[in-house]
């Protein structure tokens, strides 16, 4: 038999990107790859890469830069660049990094597979881009292989044990499932619709499958995703018809068995009051909606070409709020965008004051080379500027937040409970001989506890373990979960975190055992990102016989 062949695979950026990791892992997987946490022993190293802003790539340069001079880097490493930065930088990254052998584009992942053999082969470089943005400065419609690109979804892997081989956020029992790919909106600011293409819907009856084999598989909380999910139609005009509202109560109804269903991100302009009453009326679906403002000027909203004012995203607050009023909002903003003065600056904040957003992601304006913005407008906010108005809106999320939360003390909630908290974590690597140094935030640029969200984020990250490494047909990181237990003290007793359907963050002790059920948790404390609790009941068991790792769970 062929000897396995090891795969390192570091996945940065959305949580788009963490659902394409987890489907090239396991079409790899296919070709007899498995994990590794050593980056510099891995027959094949892949970085997932994300181009939103500018600090994400360039912490791709240094990781390629750090490989290229490790003294203990294999010779016949095989080196693939995929995701968005592939796409958008791919020249730029050859030049650069000329130890790099694989660019894939986003929208060519189907093709990674066939990339790698090729170079097995050859030892030739092999490249699978759109170049979307090389050709253009006006956006075209690049034609894609749909039904290949939609066979990298259709043909994930399902069982626990390949969807824990993948470093992700999630914990084992969850996970993500595509609805739309790529993007028709061109937000001026915006590279995603040029790296990830046009938009395209996935048919309803293959969504539905997916899940059902999901929860058929021990997942209790499926994500929908999509860059603008809630534009989600398929078939408009035809005799498959299939709106955003119909495909969440097909979802919904059809999967009773699924305890949570989520979707992400939202797109304000394109919220139906079907879709909204759909959510209200499904008990399963969680109450929660990431829905992006950018700015609070219509000024700055029309420079950035949203297609909404401000008054109209106040009044799709307000309509989601009526209809559920235990609703939790999530934004975005981005601060020093061109031409934002300090009146514009001013009236986001207020919009903030006006949402009282669970949390915000907050971004400073990082102009991307191919976009309308960079083409076209100054990038005239000096970068102290940026700072100050992302620290100032900071401040003020963190005491929106904060409020919230006190007001959640001593009430009980239930949650699902995903893994080791971070603290735990942290504890356990660092009892463990550790793979990898690199960690991201969930914005890229800005510390997680400070910005988004404190346990977890938008962000996958690498591996933590190393001997006890799962493969794709399972494993057990026994001598990890020894390690980490016995310096705890307190037998099988660790942090744990978990969720609660409005996506707010409890941390508790309690058993390892608990990971995948479902709990209800007093509240006794609260931080603007956190809430402190304890476990009052057991509402629901895990599922049994799950042989993974419970080092993979990344938070
Ligand atoms: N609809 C997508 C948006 C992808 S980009 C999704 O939510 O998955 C995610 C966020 O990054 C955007 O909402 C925006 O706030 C921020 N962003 C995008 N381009 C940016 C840029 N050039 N500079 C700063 N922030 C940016
Ligand atoms: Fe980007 Fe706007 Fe689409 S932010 S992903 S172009 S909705």
Redesign the pocket.
Known sequence: MKPKRTIYLETMG???NALDSELALAALGQQGYVLTPAIESADLVVLNTCS??HHAEEKVYSRLGQLRTNQKRVDDQIVAVIGCMAERDGDGLLEKMPHVDILCGPSELNRLPGLVADVEATRERAIALSGRLRDSTTPQQTKIAHDDLESLDSDRSFGLSAHAAMPKVFGRHQAYVRITRG?NKF?T????PYTRGPEQHRPPQQIVDEVRRLAANGIVEVTLLG??VNHYHFDPSGPEDCSFAALLRKVHDEVPELPRLRF??S?PRDFTDEALQVMAESPRICKYL?I?A?SGSNTVLKRMNRGYTVEEYMSLIERARALMPDLAIAG???VGFSGETEEDFQKSLDLLRFCKYKNC?I??????PG?H?DNRMPDDIPEIEKKRRNNDMLALQAEISLAQHQRLLDSTSEVLVEGLSKAALKRQESEQERGSEWRETPNGEADADANGQAESG?MSKPENASGAMPTLQGGHAGAARDASDSNNGKENTVQLVGRTEHDRIVVFDGSRDLIGSFANVRIIGATPHTLHGEITEVTREAAKGAGVSLTVLGH
């Open positions: 959305c949580q788009m939103v802003r993007c937000c600011f915006c590279v995603v860059q603008t992400v991100t797109y990431h992006p950018q975005d903003m981005i992601f971004f400073k304006y990082s102009p991307r976009t913005a938008a």
